[in-house]
């Protein structure tokens, strides 16, 4: 009807993506056969049939498993050339990619292959396209600090940095002094809080790291006091509702509070975090919040606002776009 063709259509940009959860199983396929990585699944159909997952932790064993058959440059360009395809697809005028450099260089795979494919298929794809770094919780703050190192020869390429991977027992101010660090290197700051942990997550996300957005941060309306904090500093939450519930954080789209954090005023947006595992893009994520949920044009045109004015574009670019 009117409001599925407004919401695919409409100009968006997408903030919380994975590259590496972009991955379809038919690459996995074809990566594992180019480079002769064996997988422990016979095909595709048989790997698809793994994507069950009851919380965070089942879902990331498989994801963590699946990037295993990224090895060399021109894997890391194509599937991030694919993925920009289909945000082009879906309407996305601009993507801010998180990436995990740890996942490829506790496997060997040099830092510089894994940036350079991907920072190439951004140059040459059809949408405009930055990245964010993310270091992986469940390792230690020195690995994070090693990576970033790592990452210093690429300034230039990379806009900000995020934390991801297991969320509970891993609290954000764990990474207190690499985060110091990339904030005088002057990178953005986001970073995932409030999807599995709890709602002091992102306080300290906000108090100790001095994150600009929060990755996820649904669980933010357990503490009405922080909910009314994240209305009035206007801080962004990027929102992933196929991913919410795969992951069991709600146990249906028809309970998803997406509407009551719009209505009380939070900068929320709409994205697709790995995509290629809970079922869809960002058009898939639209219109299975439009189709379960009392949202109507005007928050339409909200998530499509929220998402230019919460993304680290320039001003002018942000005016080009809203
Ligand atoms: N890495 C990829 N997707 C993630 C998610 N939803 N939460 C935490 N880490 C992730
Ligand atoms: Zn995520």
Excluded at 280 to 293: E, I, K, S
Aim: aromatic share 8%.
């Amino acid at each position: 009807d009117q409001m599925r063709n407004i919401v695919q259509q409409m100009p968006k940009a997408e903030l919380h993506i994975h590259i590496e959860g972009s991955l379809e199983p038919e690459l996995i396929f074809a990566l594992a056969q180019r480079n002769g990585v064996s997988l422990a699944y016979g095909s595709v159909d048989e790997l698809r049939a793994a994507y069950a997952f009851s919380d965070l932790q089942s879902f990331l064993d498989i994801y963590y498993a699946g990037a295993s058959v990224l090895l060399k440059e021109q894997d890391f360009y194509d599937m991030t050339m694919a993925y920009l395809a289909r945000a082009h697809a879906d309407h996305v005028r601009h993507a801010e990619i998180f990436f995990d450099p740890q996942t490829h260089t506790a496997r060997g795979v040099p830092f510089e292959t894994v940036i350079k494919g991907i920072w190439r298929a951004c140059q040459d794809g059809p949408i405009s396209a930055t990245l964010i770094m993310c270091f992986l919780r469940h390792l230690s703050e020195d690995d994070a600090i090693a990576t970033l190192e790592e990452a210093l020869p690429f300034r230039d390429k990379i806009i900000g940095v995020g934390l991801d991977s297991s969320e509970r027992g891993h609290p954000p101010e764990k990474f207190t002094r690499v985060f110091e660090r990339c904030r005088q290197l002057g990178l953005h700051l986001v970073a995932h809080a409030g999807e599995e942990g709890p709602p002091a997550y992102i306080e300290t996300a906000l108090d100790v790291l001095n994150v600009e957005r929060i990755d996820h941060g649904v669980r933010c309306l357990e503490d009405p006091e922080l909910s009314a904090r994240l209305a009035r500093e206007q801080i962004a939450l990027t929102v992933c509702p196929l991913s919410n519930v795969k992951l069991r954080v709600f146990g249906a789209m028809e309970e998803h509070n997406l509407v009551t954090l719009l209505d009380a005023g939070l900068v929320a947006t709409v994205n697709s975090d790995d995509p290629a595992y809970f079922g869809g893009y960002m058009n898939a994520n639209f219109l299975a919040v439009f189709d379960a949920l009392p949202l109507s044009a005007a928050h339409a045109r909200q998530l499509a606002r929220n998402s230019f004015t919460a993304s680290f574009l320039e001003p002018e670019a942000k005016r080009a776009f809203l």
